[in-house]
């Protein structure tokens, strides 16, 4: 037995979320990724693995609306925002919701409210 480390926690919990969670072409997957100091987003097809649309806290147009509030709720709801705009213009509605292995709360759970507010569903 090793000792506890905390990234090798979420990639376990990442590997078993994902056996569950796929992304299809009617139903792409909605994967949110939190570093430190920044959040990303990409809604990807997983049938053809391809990134549909992405949205982060480091994206040119949306770095400016944030300014230094790239690691807080803040920050994680308008790039949340504008993954949801960006989808429906794009003429996606409905996603599945993947947390990669990250807990379901704080930034990761603001991004998917704010996505859920602008239309996205899932």
Same mark, same amino acid.
């Given at each position: 037995?090793g000792?506890?480390?905390?990234? %090798?926690s &979420?990639?376990r919990?990442k590997? $078993?979320? &994902?056996?569950?969670?796929?992304?299809?072409? !009617? $139903?792409? &997957? *909605?994967?949110?990724? &939190?570093? *430190?100091k920044? /959040?990303?987003?990409? /809604?990807i097809?997983?049938?053809?693995?391809?990134? *549909?649309? !992405?949205?982060?806290?480091?994206?040119k147009?949306?770095? !400016?609306? /944030?300014?230094? %509030?790239?690691?807080n709720?803040?920050g994680?709801? /308008?790039?949340?925002k %504008?993954?949801?705009?960006?989808?429906?213009?794009?003429?996606?509605?409905?996603?599945?919701?993947d947390r990669?292995?990250?807990?379901?709360?704080? $930034?990761?759970?603001? *991004?998917? !409210?704010?996505? $859920? %507010?602008?239309?996205?569903?899932?």
């Amino acid at each position: 037995m090793g000792a506890f480390n905390r990234a %090798e926690s &979420r990639v376990r919990r990442k590997k $078993r979320v &994902r056996k569950k969670v796929k992304g299809t072409p !009617e $139903r792409p &997957r *909605l994967c949110v990724f &939190r570093s *430190l100091k920044h /959040i990303y987003a990409q /809604i990807i097809d997983d049938t053809t693995s391809t990134t *549909l649309v !992405e949205a982060s806290s480091v994206s040119k147009g949306i770095k !400016e609306k /944030i300014g230094n %509030e790239g690691c807080n709720k803040k920050g994680a709801a /308008i790039v949340g925002k %504008e993954i949801a705009e960006r989808a429906l213009k794009k003429g996606i509605k409905k996603v599945v919701f993947d947390r990669n292995g990250f807990l379901y709360h704080g $930034r990761v759970k603001a *991004l998917s !409210e704010a996505a $859920r %507010e602008v239309g996205l569903e899932f």
